[in-house]
């Protein structure tokens, strides 16, 4: 059942895909307003309360609607699935940032894909080269990949029905809204969000950095997780990014301007210079990782059938 609703999913995201920023994330942004309005005085255990009053409720009732419906029967606990699973993972979600930032490359239009990586990252990339869009376009899309797509996966197959997906999207959604926050008016209130998804993301990153390394060059992907990684600030993207730029051989990271000022990183990855010729690359990684998704899906439950 895993296997068909993450089929169906993927389906029906390519034919009708779900404008998240339309329809998802603006109910969401108002009802995370409504819990900051009462509880963020600045203080961390008031950003816990919140943060647990925000996440635990749905992850329980989606558990809860999962198991009575599975009750009722197998193809409405099916359904339940892939609607959950449509609203929570969906590669249509910002690849369309990457598929124009993309052409505007191979058209030569470095202004306009300066402009849309600018509107993607939330920071401004005017003066930035070629080679510096496309690197971060990378940088962008193995982290996006991750969170849009294959996370989701990894805490769907992990909880019980569709929890696993709404617990990932909800704990990502919130390190974004909240624990990302550093104005003074925020305090520590979205410590406790940020600490949770790097716990929740722990596991979803070393899958999906082991299966870049599997579907891409292993050798150079092992090595840049196990060296490079260590040195990015975030460590579950440091991972995600340092294997995923060891698949594809090609080097990201860097030092790059951002909104004008210089902003200094480790490098990651072995190989060449970011090339344009690299975002199709990156397009077919990111197939293979979702092909070979698929068919460890289809042994575990073949496993099952045969247990």
């Not at 510096?132 to 909880?159: D, K, M, P």
Request: hydrophobic letters at 50%.
């Amino acid at each position: 059942m895993t296997l068909l609703a993450l089929i169906l999913t993927l389906v029906l995201e390519q034919f009708r895909p779900l404008n998240a920023a339309r329809y998802l994330y603006p109910p969401l942004a108002a009802l995370g307003q409504y819990f900051e309005d009462r509880f963020n005085d600045g203080q961390a255990h008031h950003g816990t309360i919140a943060w647990c009053l925000m996440v635990l409720p749905p992850v329980a009732l989606v558990a809860l609607l999962y198991f009575l419906l599975y009750a009722l029967h197998p193809v409405a606990a099916l359904l339940f699935n892939v609607v959950v699973l449509y609203c929570t993972m969906g590669f249509r979600h910002s690849s369309h940032f990457f598929t124009r930032i993309h052409a505007s490359l191979r058209a030569q239009d470095l202004p306009h894909a300066r402009k849309l990586l600018g509107e993607w990252r939330g920071h401004l990339h005017e003066q930035s080269s070629s080679e510096e869009v496309t690197r971060l376009t990378l940088e962008q899309a193995i982290v996006g990949s991750h969170r849009q797509v294959f996370g989701v996966i990894v805490c769907f197959i992990l909880l019980p029905g569709p929890c696993g997906a709404v617990l990932y999207r909800m704990a990502d959604y919130f390190a974004r809204e909240w624990g990302a926050r550093s104005d003074p008016e925020a305090g520590d209130f979205g410590h406790f969000a940020r600490r949770a998804f790097a716990v929740i993301e722990w596991l979803p990153a070393r899958v999906t950095a082991m299966a870049f390394s599997i579907v891409g060059d292993f050798e150079d992907a092992a090595y840049c997780w196990r060296t490079q990684s260590p040195a990015w600030p975030d460590r579950n993207e440091g991972i995600l990014l340092a294997a995923g730029a060891g698949a594809l051989g090609v080097r990201l990271g860097q030092p790059i301007l951002q909104s004008g000022e210089p902003l200094e990183r480790p490098e990651l990855g072995t190989g060449d210079e970011a090339a344009v010729e690299y975002l199709q690359s990156f397009v077919g990684l990111v197939r293979r990782t979702l092909v070979l998704n698929a068919l460890v899906l289809l042994l575990l439950s073949l496993s099952r059938l045969a247990a």
